[in-house]
């Protein structure tokens, strides 16, 4: 039977479907989605070592474009992902819609994030703002109800202009002619109504601004240039602890509720399954990027990862292998005390791209086994010279390139960056990174 | 007592508050209560410095610690506060800018249950208002977090403002975040730097003892 994930990485590496501006680039595409492919599934030694840095805000910086008319000029921001792919030339490239669209979280009130334009400085990128949007006693909601709780709970207190989704009544009175009517009277109310309003607008927004957005994309995808990922998902523990119950909530559920942890997990990880391969299907690029954070060393003890993060962890991974999609875990923070876990794969299968992981153990416990990537540090592109960084990435490539198996990135989401340095750390991997 | 400093280093919180309920209802002198959470902290400290304890025990450790004081407070004499030694004071802040608090949070705890008395100035701090608080309190230590790359120029700003100033020897300068190195310590002028709270700690303890 034929394998799906290698169906769908031939697909994607094959660019079936793209209207390349000519035969040129359509061989440079394939090129370098099949360095990517070889790199991944260790059956063959790429004729060299794929470069790809994951570049977030940096085509904003490196054009010295404000992240506000980033977020608020779709123009600007589609201009510039399309000058920093034919300009520096990388294996894979920045993904724009990641930016997203500022007008869209004006109209919905954001309250999860602070933006430039909304709360934030206009040289700022978007951050964080680290709550409870998930109270202790929503477990039961989002274990016995997932969707529910979303509808009812999450987007009201994600977005401040859906709070009055939290008086709707449950959707399952909709089923007979005799109870549909509490259900609508709910949705009628002038609250209600002003909310879904807002809604209709923001998808609009939205929508409008993606469609504005597809032909920059379409134009960095036709010039031979593939996109870092397909798709993304989380860990179910990070999924609860990043963006519902918050760190420091979620570290005490672990001493205080842990049954319910370890419930609402378990409840989570089939839906994390699906949202990866949907995103993936959606966008004809098998790669779904996983970002580690809470499991890394120093979070938590080995026993804790074992119970409460790697189980998760791992059925995603095996649930999006089964998908025909390939799991790459952007492995934030150090990974020196789980290197043995990351190996529990079959060959080829799964890749991992490090932040400030050691790279030769890297290599040494997943020779042979899993794909690795990343670990050059960030600093030495912004505050280095370009010969530092020539020296460096030839070191990192004499630790981590062995004869396949090494993509050749930066162990962060670049937000920033320098035009000598990222050039000289591309060429060089392109040129000492030859098989 | 003993009991009561075991069940803080277990994270047994129920049974910790309890005892210290029912301790402070039989009559036990609130400070001796408080030099027990102290040992407690200690041991957890030892424990996490080992690597046995994590972020989630000390996170445990920080709430236990919070709900006991609140518990002990009305039993202190007005004048007779807790008593409080420190073996250094720490001016902390996630630099201009950057608006994470949790790993500046955790830091600063470790920080205080460490025996360093730390004033916390929050987020998006400007780098006047740094120094400006340094002036003011003359502390030992300053410590910056940041978790983005862009925190590094304005950290370095406050060095500089600091040798402007000719305050610079007088403090040493901490930093930390998820991409700090070698390379961004040096940049920024700063005498250390950590992504790991603990690691972190032991530094400015180093630093105080030599």
Known sequence: MEDKQDKFLEEWASGAGIEFENDEVKAAYQYRTNLIKDAIQLKKTPDRVPVMPLAFWAPIDLYNITPKDAMYDTDVLGQAFVDYSIDYAPDATGIPPMISHGPTFDILKYKMYKWPGGGLRDDLTYQYVEDEYMKVEDYDHLIDDPSDFFWRKYLGRAFGALEPFADMAPLYGSVEITLVNSFLCSVGTPPMQEALE????????????????????????????????????????????????????????????????????????????????????ANGNPIVFIPLHKGADGFMSDKQFQKFYWPGLKTVMDGLIEG?????????????????????????????????????????????????????????????????VERGTKELLDTAAGDGGYILGIGCAMDEAKEDTLKRFIQVGKEYGKY | MQELINAMVEMEEDKFLSLTKELLEKGEDPN????????????????????????????????????????????????????????????????????HDIGKNIYGMMMELSGFEVIDLGVDVPVDTIIAKVEEVKPELIGMSGLLTLAFDPMKAVVDKLKEKGLRDSVKVMVGGGQFDQTVCDFIGADGYSTDAVVGVNICKGWLEA
């Open chain 1, 198 to 281: 807002a809604l209709k607008q923001a998808g609009k927004t939205n929508f409008d601004w993606i469609c504005k957005l597809l032909p920059y994309m379409g134009k960095i995808v036709s010039s031979g240039f593939p996109m870092f990922a397909g798709g993304a998902t989380k860990a179910p523990f990070d999924y609860l602890g990043d963006t519902l119950r918050g760190t420091t909530a979620l570290m005490m559920d672990m001493y205080r509720r842990p049954e319910k942890v370890l419930a609402a997990c378990e409840r989570l990880t089939p839906i994390m399954i699906k949202n990866g391969i949907a995103e993936a299907k």
């Open chain 1, 324 to 388: 025909g999609c390939v799991p790459c875990c952007f492995v934030e923070g150090g990974y020196n005390e789980r290197l043995d876990y990351l190996g529990d794969f079959p060959k080829g299968k799964v890749a991992y791209y490090f932040d400030k992981t050691n790279m030769a153990e890297a290599r040494k416990k997943l020779e042979g086994k899993a794909c690795i990537g990343g670990g050059f540090p960030i600093s030495q592109i912004l505050k280095g010279t370009p010969d530092e």
């Open chain 2, 32 to 99: 001796a209560i408080f030099r027990a959470y102290q040992e407690g902290m200690a041991e957890i400290g030892r424990r996490f410095e080992q690597n046995e304890f994590f972020i989630p025990e000390l996170i445990m450790a920080g709430e236990m610690m919070n709900d006991g004081a609140e518990l002990i407070k009305p039993y202190l004499d007005e004048d007779a506060q807790a008593e409080k030694t420190s073996i250094g004071t720490m001016v902390l802040a996630t630099i201009e800018g950057d608006i």
